[in-house]
C-alpha cells in the first residue's frame, strides 16, 4: 500500500513536472524540480533505484508557495490533469483532478477495448538475463545525449 | 550450447543454440542466410535488389521472390497499422524496418527445420526464443534507454518474439508517415511481445511511429503486450505485460 502511495506520488511528480513544462505560463514555477519524496520504508524512487538516470529529477526547491492546478492534459488513453501544493517552497502534495481510470471518458475514447494501461517510473532490475532487447546502438547515444541536454536545461 | 555473434546488416547478430547436436555448420548456414538478406536487400550496398529498384533499374516483373514476399508483407502491415508503418519515403523503399524481423523469422524456422528446439536468434535487439535454456525460461531484459549498462524489466519467454523500436534507431529510419517533419522524441522507445519476431518487430516499429497512442494500439491488439518509456523515464505497459515480468 506504502509503495502504491509512492508510485503515486511519483506519477503525478512526473505528470506535474510534464504540465507545468509543458504549457510554458510565465507564471507557473519554472524552476527545478525537487527530488520525489522516498516513503519512510526506503522503497526506492525513480532518482536513486539503483543508478537509474532520470532526466528530470533534480535537486533545489525553488517554487513559489500556493496552489497550482495543471492544464488538462492528453494522455491519448484518457485525459490527465492534477493539482500540486506548494509550501515552503516545495512540492507538499500532488491530487488528482483527471485520471485517465475515469470510465467515461475512457470508454468515449475506446469503446471497443477496456483501456488497461498502467504507468511507473522505471527503476533498474539487477537479474541476470541471457539476452538484451533495446534499440540499436546509436539509438542509445541519441538517447544519452538527450537526457544529459535534458538534465542541464533544469539547471 | 553453441552461441556466436557476428556483426552483420549493421548490427550485432547473435544465435544461440542449446540443444545438443548443434554444430559450427549450423550456426554458418544461418549466418549465410543473414548474409543473402543483406546484399538483396541492404540501401547502403549499391549492388543490392533493394538499392536497383530505388535507381529504377528494375521493372516489378525483376523482382525476385523474396523481394515480392517483403514488399506484400510491408503493404499488408501499412494497412494494418492505419498507414503507421510505411518503406516507402521520398520516392524510395527502405524496408528495413520489416526485414530484420522477417529474416530473423526465417533464420529460427531454418533452425527449427534442422531439428532444433531450444534456441534463440537476436538480430539488434529483435528476439526470436524458442524452448527453453536449462528447462527454464528465457530470460530477456528490456535495456533502460537513458543507461545501456541496465535493464528496467526481466521477462520470462519461450516460443515467441520480442522487438524494441527507439528514438533515431540507426538514423531516424522511424518517422510518423503522417507528419514526416516531425522527430520523434517524446516516446523513447517501446517493447513489443508478440506470437513471434517477425510481428514483434513490424508492430513495434508502427507503434512507435504512432507515438503516445502506440501503446493503446497495443492494448487493442490481441496476442501482443508492449512497455513503452517516455523522455520523462515513466514506462506506460498493457494490461497482459506483467504476466511476462520476472518478479524482482
Not at chain 1, 491530487?95 to 483501456?115: F, G, H, K, L, T
Not at chain 1, 532490475?125 to 538527450?146: K, N, P, Y
Not at chain 2, 534507454?145 to 541496465?150: D, G, L, S, T, Y
Not at chain 2, 513495434?204 to 523515464?233: H, P, W
Request: charged letters at 20%; a negative charge; hydrophobic letters at 40%.
Amino acid at each position: 500500500m506504502r509503495k502504491l502511495a509512492v508510485s503515486a506520488v511519483i506519477i503525478g511528480v512526473f505528470a506535474f513536472y510534464s504540465l507545468m513544462h509543458g504549457r510554458a505560463n510565465p507564471a507557473s514555477p519554472s524552476a527545478v524540480l525537487p527530488r520525489p519524496t522516498t516513503g519512510s520504508s526506503g522503497t526506492p524512487t525513480a532518482t536513486d533505484a539503483g543508478g537509474v538516470t532520470n532526466p528530470t529529477a533534480a535537486s533545489g526547491p525553488v517554487y513559489k508557495n500556493g496552489t497550482y492546478v495543471g492544464n488538462v492534459s492528453d494522455a491519448q488513453w484518457g485525459y490527465v490533469q492534477v493539482k500540486a501544493v506548494i509550501q515552503g517552497g516545495k512540492i507538499a502534495n500532488v491530487q488528482w483532478m483527471q485520471y485517465p481510470s475515469d470510465r467515461q471518458r475512457s470508454v468515449e475514447i475506446n469503446s471497443y477495448a477496456d483501456p488497461q494501461l498502467t504507468t511507473e517510473a522505471i527503476q533498474a532490475q539487477s537479474a541476470q538475463v541471457d539476452i538484451v532487447t533495446g534499440a540499436t546502438d546509436s539509438s542509445i547515444a541519441f538517447m544519452e545525449s538527450l537526457g544529459n541536454a535534458l538534465s542541464q536545461a533544469q539547471a | 550450447m553453441i552461441k556466436e555473434t557476428r556483426l552483420l546488416m549493421g548490427m550485432p547478430i547473435t544465435v544461440a543454440v542449446e540443444d545438443r547436436g548443434a554444430t559450427q555448420d549450423d550456426l554458418e548456414s544461418v549466418y549465410a542466410y543473414f548474409v543473402l538478406v543483406d546484399e538483396r536487400f541492404s540501401t547502403y550496398q549499391a549492388s543490392s535488389e533493394i538499392s536497383r529498384i530505388n535507381r529504377g533499374e528494375l521493372a516489378p516483373e525483376q523482382y525476385s521472390e523474396e523481394m515480392r514476399t517483403v514488399l506484400a508483407l510491408s503493404e499488408q502491415t501499412k494497412r494494418d497499422t492505419h498507414g503507421y508503418f510505411d518503406i516507402m519515403r521520398d520516392g524510395r523503399y527502405d524496408p528495413s524496418g520489416i526485414v530484420k524481423g522477417w529474416a530473423v523469422h526465417n533464420a529460427a524456422q531454418l533452425l527449427e527445420a534442422r531439428g532444433f528446439r531450444n534456441f534463440y536468434v537476436d538480430a539488434g535487439g529483435d528476439v526470436q526464443v524458442c524452448g527453453k535454456k536449462d528447462g527454464q525460461l528465457w530470460r530477456i531484459g528490456v535495456r533502460n534507454p537513458f543507461n545501456r549498462k541496465e535493464h528496467v524489466k526481466v521477462l520470462l519467454l519461450t516460443d515467441c518474439g520480442v522487438a524494441t523500436s527507439g528514438t533515431a534507431v540507426r538514423g531516424q529510419h522511424i518517422y510518423d508517415p503522417h507528419h514526416p517533419s516531425v522527430r520523434l522524441v517524446d516516446v523513447v522507445s517501446i517493447t513489443i511481445i508478440g506470437p513471434d519476431v517477425f510481428e514483434a518487430d513490424r508492430f513495434a516499429t508502427a507503434a512507435f511511429a504512432m507515438g503516445r497512442k502506440g501503446i493503446q494500439f497495443i492494448e487493442e491488439l490481441s496476442g501482443f503486450e508492449g512497455y513503452m518509456i517516455d523522455a520523462q523515464a515513466r514506462a506506460t505497459y498493457t494490461s497482459g505485460f506483467e504476466r511476462y515480468v520476472l518478479r524482482p
